[in-house]
Structure formats: C-alpha cells, structure tokens
C-alpha cells in the first residue's frame, strides 16, 4: 500500500509540473506579448509628444509671424496715412498759396488797366490841348509827353510780366495738379499692397488651421523644401551670370591693363627720347657757340698790317678756308648725330609697338583659353588649340634680342625712307643737283636693322662729296669783287638747300631747333662777310690815297693768285 501511495503521488507531482511548466510557458509568452505591445505604445507616446511639441513650436512660430505681419499691417498703414495727411496739407497750402497769388496779380492786373486807360484817356487829352493850343506851346506839351511815354511804355513790359507771371504760377498748377495724381496712383498702390499682405495674412491663418493635422504638416515640410529649392536654383543662376559677368569684366580689365600700360611706357620713352634729343641739340649749339666765340676772338686780333693789300687778301683767303672747312665739319658731325639719334628713335618706336602688341595678343589668347575653359570643353581641337597657345609663349619667352629681330614691317619704313629721299632728290634747286648724287638705297636694304646703318653711311658719304665739291667750287671766290658776290651768293644758296635737306631728312618735332641753329649759322657767315665787305672798303680808301701803289699791289696779288692756283 505504501508502495502504491508513493507511486501515486510520484505520478501526481510530475502530472502538476507538468502543467505548472505548461501555465508558465503561456504565460511568459503572453507577457512577451504584452511587453512588446506596450513598449509598441510608448514608443508611439514618444512619437506623439515629439509631433504634439513640434506642432505646438510651429504654432508658437505662426503666431509671432502673424503678429509681426499684423504689427507690419498696422505701421505701414500710420505711414500711409500720415504721407497722406501731409501731401494734403501740402497740396492744400500750395492751392491757397497760388490762389491768393493768382487773386493778387488779378488785383494787380485790374489796377494796371485801369492805370492804362487813366494814362490814355490823359495822352488824347494832351493831343487835343495841343492841337488847341498855338504852335509854340507844341515843344513844351512834347516834353510833358515823353515820360507820360516812358510810363506808358513801363507799365506795358509790366503788364507783359505779370502774364508771364501768371502764365508760369498756371503751369505750377498744372505741375501741381500732376503731382497729385501720381500721389493718388501711389496712394492706390499701396491700398492694393496692404490688400495683398491682409490676403496673406488670412492664408497664414488658414495654413495655420491646416497644421493642426499630422497630414497638413508634412505637406507644408514637403511645400517649405521644394520652395527652398526654387529658391536656391535661382539664387544659383544668378550667381553663375554673375560670375560669368564678372568673368568678362576681368577679361577686359586685362585688355585696358595691357594698352593703358602700353600707352604709358611709349609716352615715358618718347619723353625720355625727346630730352636727349634736346640734350643733344644744346650742345651742338654750344659747341657751335664756342666754336664761333674763338673765332671772334682770332677776328678781332690786331695784326700788323703793311700797305701791301695782298695781305689783307691773303688773310680773307685763309679765314674763309677754315670757316668753310670748320663749318664743312660741324654739319658733317652734326648730320651724323641727327642720322643716328633719328634711326634709334624710329627702330625703338617700331620695337616697342611690336612688344605691345604681343603682349596685346597675349592678354586675347589667356581670355580665350579661359572663355575655353570656362565652357568645359576637353575635344581635342581645344586641346590642340591650347598646345598651340603654350608653343607661342614659350616662342616668345625664347624670342631674340632688341638689335636682332626681324620686321617686315620694318623694311617697309625703310623703303618709305628710301623714297622720300628720291623725292628730296627731285625737289632740290639745279645748283645743288650739279654737286651732289644720292644713291638709290633701296638696293642695299638688308632684311636686319643694321641696313640702317648702312643707308646712314652712305648718306654721309654723299654730304662729304658735297662738301667736297663745295671747297673746290669756293675757292675761285677770290678773283675779284664781283666774282667774291657772286661766291657768298652761292655759298647762301647751298646753304639754305643743306638746311631744307636737313629740315625733311631729320625728325618733325627737331625741326624748330635745327631752323634755329641753321639761322645762327647764317646770321654769322653774314656778318664775317659784312667784315670782310667793310675791310674791303677801307683798303679802298687806302687804295685811292695810294694810286701809284695800288697798281704794283695788284699785279703782285694777281701773280700770288696765279702761283696758288698752280700749286694746288
């Protein structure tokens, strides 16, 4: 019986934990159940007080919104309000003001014709009294006439003053009248202004009735961003035209940069040429100066003089040869430093226009590469154009010195120069053709600068052959009176056609200088030759006291002359 019982309640106990394991188990599964669901609704809580605070903030941001609009509403209408009251007030003042002014120059208007016809009615008054009256009263009544006159005819320019006058204070009506239309298209303007913030205002309102809903919120979010992105497209584009304006604006910069630097440079070098220029023609004069002071100075020496007049004309010889030959070589030297001065100006004007007009080409080809760039083009045309843009600087970084390039253009002003030389050739008198032959240059022009120099040669060698040619034509000035006025005649005229040579060969703005040093030059061989004249003319009066020596003098003079002539 034990054993039974045992065995009973053995099988009992595993029976109720059987089923206190299967109660447990349901019951841990259901409690998962619940706790899921109920961490389900907290976390839906959570949800609803987050959207429950950002909804009640929105509101909060509505509200002050509309109570700034509202506030806005309030003022811009005081504002329009007030302009309004005083554009009134204003028109108003200026209407009495011109309606008083008008009935005052009404008054005055009245007065004036009344004044008028008091004035005329007293004139035919007068008439008729002096019509009356006898003939010697007749210039007393006109002398009483001529003020009445002169008033009469003040009171008509016054009267033609106040119709201006009117006529103007008519037009300030008008003006007037206009200004206050356009004050009342204003004042409509601004009732429909305030019309549109009030429907904006309701449509917030409204907006704000919506946002109450979960659903009308995310609209509004969904609204608000795609606003933010028209909004920010736009401001993208007009950013991008600005950039491209201001791209193009720097571009030009650049243009203006380079020509105003040009500009600047070649008004600096011509400065800076032009001063050496006139260094160089200041001492030219002062040498000249100098020259001709020493030979004042050996003029004006006292000699001992005999009777014989063969040394009077022994010592004329010798002074005219060293003053031709001194002047021979003044103009020699001074040819050659106006040839040179004259070749470095035009070849560094020629040079510096081509520089500037690379760097001209520089700054176009950067504003292509960078239009190019900016356009994104990566083709292979562009790319080869861009390979071509870095070959051309590093050409030009390697290009060679000032002395050595290579111009077309350059040979084409020299055969310019070449021509006007053949011109200056046709032009000159026939007395300057017989001691002088200019050389066709256009041969000998070379493809470098240095052919210049070579046209500059031969140029002098041309003036020495005329000075050449000028000594031997000048030494039979001295055969008598006659044949020595005959000679200064001629030496004036070569002279002058050296001067008129020098005048269209050397540069235009040296002109002024090289007439002034050419005229110096003649008022100096005047006055020797008027030495020379006077000296003439008192061995004259020598001559005539001295008759019996006169003739033996002249033959000796004229074998002296003879033997010299041989010995040259």
């Not at 839906?44 to 909060?60: D, I, P, S, Y």
């Not at 004042?296 to 014989?308: A, G, Y």
């Not at 256009?442 to 031969?458: E, H, V």
Request: aromatic share 6%.
């Amino acid at each position: 019986m034990s054993e039974t019982m045992s065995s009973c309640n053995e099988s009992a106990f595993i029976g109720s934990k059987d089923e206190y394991l299967s109660e447990t188990f349901d019951g841990s599964i259901d409690y998962r159940k619940l706790h899921l669901q109920n961490e389900n609704y907290r976390q839906e809580l959570h949800e609803l007080h987050l959207k429950l605070v950002h909804n009640e903030a929105m509101q909060r941001e509505l509200q002050e919104v509309n109570e700034s609009l509202e506030q806005l509403l309030i003022k811009e209408k005081e504002k329009a309000e007030k302009k309004l009251h005083e554009i009134q007030e204003k028109n108003r003042e200026t209407t009495e003001a011109y309606e008083n002014q008008l009935s005052d120059l009404g008054v005055i208007l009245e007065n004036k014709e009344k004044r008028n016809k008091e004035l005329y009615d007293s004139l035919h008054q007068l008439k008729v009294k002096a019509s009356q009256n006898n003939l010697y009263k007749i210039d007393d009544v006109e002398e009483k006439l001529t003020p009445l006159k002169e008033q009469v005819q003040e009171l008509l320019i016054n009267l033609e003053d106040e119709k201006q006058k009117k006529e103007n204070a008519e037009e300030t009506i008008k003006d007037l009248k206009n200004q206050l239309f356009e004050l009342q298209e204003i004042l409509e303007v601004t009732k429909n202004n305030l019309k549109e913030k009030n429907e904006v205002l309701e449509s917030t309102r409204e907006e704000l009735v919506i946002c109450n809903s979960l659903f009308a919120e995310v609209e509004d979010r969904r609204q608000l961003a795609v606003n933010k992105i028209t909004i920010l497209k736009k401001k993208y584009d007009e950013l991008k035209q600005a950039y491209d304006i201001k791209a193009e604006e720097v571009r030009t910069l650049k243009t203006e940069k380079a020509s105003i630097l040009r500009k600047w440079n070649e008004c600096v070098n011509i400065f800076s040429e032009d001063n050496e220029l006139i260094n160089k023609y200041k001492n030219r004069i002062r040498d000249l100066e100098k020259k001709l002071l020493e030979v004042q100075q050996t003029n004006t020496e006292t000699k001992t003089i005999d009777n014989s007049f063969s040394y009077l004309e022994s010592l004329l010889a010798e002074k005219k040869k060293e003053i031709q030959e001194l002047h021979q070589k003044i103009e020699r030297d001074s040819v050659d430093m106006l040839l040179q001065t004259e070749i470095k100006h035009k070849i560094a004007k020629q040079l510096q226009y081509w520089q500037y007009k690379t760097m001209y080409m520089e700054a176009q080809l950067s504003a292509i590469k960078s239009q190019l760039e900016l356009e994104n083009a990566d083709s292979s045309d562009y790319k080869l154009f861009f390979e071509a843009i870095e070959q051309h600087r590093t050409i030009y970084k390697e290009f060679p010195d000032k002395e050595e390039i290579i111009l077309e253009s350059d040979i084409k002003n020299i055969e310019k120069v070449s021509s006007e030389l053949a011109t200056l050739q046709n032009t000159l008198p026939i007395n300057y053709h017989k001691f002088k032959n200019i050389p066709q240059t256009t041969d000998n022009i070379d493809i470098i600068y240095k052919s210049d120099l070579l046209i500059n040669k031969s140029r002098k060698a041309d003036i020495g052959k005329n000075c050449v040619d000028h000594d031997n034509n000048g030494q039979l000035k001295f055969k008598d009176k006659k044949l020595e006025e005959n000679a200064n005649v001629i030496q004036r005229k070569i002279i002058e056609n050296n001067t008129a040579l020098s005048l269209k060969t050397t540069h235009i703005e040296t002109t002024n200088l090289s007439l002034i040093g050419e005229t110096q030059k003649l008022q100096k061989m005047i006055q020797f030759a008027e030495d020379t004249k006077n000296s003439s003319s008192d061995n004259s009066m020598i001559k005539k006291k001295q008759n019996d020596e006169k003739k033996k003098i002249t033959k000796q003079y004229k074998t002296i002359y003879i033997s010299s002539e041989s010995s040259k």
